[in-house]
C-alpha cells in the first residue's frame, strides 16, 4: 500500500493526531477479541499477529519500545501522546519504566548488531550519540537507568 514511512515525516506531523491514530490501532491489536478472532482463523499456534516489525499481542510496552526514538522526531511528544490515548482507549495504565526498559534494551542491541557487522546506524549517527540520546530520554522522564528494574529482569515468553 502506497505510503510513506513514520521515521521520515515524524519532524512533521501532528503528533498528538498520530498518537491517537496509533492508539487505537495498538488497542485494538492488544485487545483479546483481536487474539480469539485471529486463532479461530489460524488455530491456537499464533505467536504474531501483524509484522509492525515484531508487534504481537503480549505486553503494549514492548511494542511501543520504539516510538522514544531515534528517528522519531526530537524529544518524547509522539511516546507521550501514544501513551496517553492508548490509557484513554484501553483504560489499561501503562509503565512507563517498563517501556523504557524495553527501548533501553532494543536500542543498544540495535547499535551493537550494526557496529559489530560495519552497517551504519539507521540515521547515520554514531553509537556514541545514540547513547547520548538514550540519556537525555532517560533524564527526561526521571528514570535512573543505573537503578534496578522495580519487576526484576525483563522476560520475553511470548515472542
Same mark, same amino acid.
Given at each position: 500500500?502506497? $505510503?510513506?514511512?513514520?521515521?521520515?515525516?515524524?519532524?512533521?506531523?501532528?503528533?498528538?493526531?498520530?498518537? #491517537?491514530?496509533?492508539?487505537?490501532?495498538?488497542?485494538?491489536?492488544?485487545?483479546?477479541?483481536?487474539?480469539?478472532?485471529?486463532?479461530?482463523?489460524?488455530?491456537?499456534?499464533?505467536?504474531?499477529?501483524?509484522?509492525?516489525?515484531?508487534?504481537?499481542?503480549?505486553?503494549?510496552?514492548?511494542?511501543?519500545?520504539?516510538?522514544?526514538?531515534?528517528?522519531?522526531?526530537?524529544?518524547?511528544?509522539?511516546?507521550?501522546?501514544?501513551?496517553?490515548?492508548?490509557?484513554?482507549?484501553?483504560?489499561?495504565?501503562?509503565?512507563?519504566?517498563?517501556?523504557?526498559?524495553?527501548?533501553?534494551?532494543?536500542?543498544? $542491541?540495535?547499535?551493537?548488531?550494526?557496529?559489530?557487522?560495519?552497517?551504519?546506524?539507521?540515521?547515520?549517527?554514531?553509537?556514541?550519540?545514540?547513547?547520548?540520546?538514550?540519556?537525555?530520554?532517560?533524564?527526561?522522564?526521571?528514570?535512573?537507568? $543505573?537503578?534496578?528494574?522495580? $519487576?526484576?529482569?525483563?522476560?520475553?515468553?511470548? #515472542?
Amino acid at each position: 500500500m502506497p $505510503g510513506t514511512s513514520l521515521f521520515e515525516v515524524a519532524d512533521s506531523i501532528d503528533r498528538d493526531r498520530a498518537g #491517537r491514530q496509533l492508539a487505537r490501532f495498538l488497542t485494538a491489536l492488544h485487545h483479546p477479541a483481536a487474539r480469539r478472532r485471529a486463532e479461530a482463523v489460524v488455530g491456537n499456534e499464533l505467536r504474531l499477529v501483524v509484522d509492525f516489525e515484531t508487534i504481537g499481542a503480549a505486553e503494549p510496552e514492548y511494542d511501543l519500545r520504539a516510538f522514544p526514538g531515534p528517528g522519531m522526531g526530537p524529544g518524547l511528544e509522539l511516546l507521550a501522546a501514544i501513551m496517553r490515548h492508548y490509557q484513554q482507549i484501553s483504560g489499561r495504565r501503562l509503565s512507563t519504566e517498563r517501556l523504557m526498559a524495553w527501548h533501553f534494551r532494543n536500542a543498544l $542491541g540495535d547499535v551493537l548488531w550494526r557496529s559489530e557487522a560495519g552497517i551504519p546506524l539507521a540515521d547515520h549517527r554514531t553509537p556514541p550519540e545514540w547513547v547520548d540520546d538514550l540519556t537525555a530520554r532517560f533524564s527526561t522522564l526521571g528514570i535512573d537507568p $543505573g537503578a534496578p528494574f522495580p $519487576g526484576g529482569r525483563l522476560r520475553n515468553s511470548t #515472542r
